[in-house]
């Protein structure tokens, strides 16, 4: 699992908090995206480092309260493959 | 997965001060946590025609841009070296028309256009490409 990622630049995405979830406008593809936990939050702790879900799940379980029993990194692993998807994070190596 | 770190409790009590942290939902695996909005009405207007298409986009890195759209090593002849431009949705759609990308020459156009035809998912621009075909 050495895959690392990169969350797009902060200009080209408008991040909306709302109580239960977050809107993402994309800017370079024109679409927005209702999005739920965790992905705001690794968002948030990705930052603008190239990152592995291993050091994503590490910060998360760092700054949040996690509930027991979730196999972190894969859930991370999981939610970065749909941001890649949307163009929300980028993959920078397998 | 097996170095987990000790155990979620506040990180300030040392100091005496317990802050709390917030709660996070993790999900499944199997569970998305998006849903795209793509309302046909905001196509009809102006989003698709306002998204942008990076040319080249960065997983380019550097490359030239052939006539073909391909990425090719760096000074090799006959590819436009990358100007590292965006362009609108409205303007490729109208080079794809026929028409030629603005500040660029013809064969430069032609060059970008079948680079943007050759945009795979996840690259960016792909989506604003992509969304450039869809049906009214």
Known sequence: MSQQFKAANPEE?????????????????????????????ILEVMQQEVSTPAQIAEALENNFDLEEGVDVENVVLARLDEMNALGLVERISE | MTDQPAKNTSQKEANGIVTRRR????????ASAVVSIKPALAQTAGSVLNCEIPIPGNHVSGGYIA???????????GAFAPQGRTFTGEEVKRAIRGGSLPGTSHEESQAYVNYVRRLQHGQSGFTCYASLQMPR
């Not at chain 1, 993402?24 to 024109?30: E, L, M, Y």
């Open chain 2, 23 to 30: 709660a996070l939902m993790m999900g499944a695996v199997g």
């Open chain 2, 67 to 77: 006539p073909d759209g391909k990425i090719v090593p760096p000074d090799t002849p």
């Open chain 1, 13 to 41: 995405i408008v991040l909306h908090m709302l109580d239960m979830m977050s809107l993402v406008f994309h800017r370079p593809s024109g679409l927005t995206h209702i999005v739920a936990d965790p992905i705001p939050a």
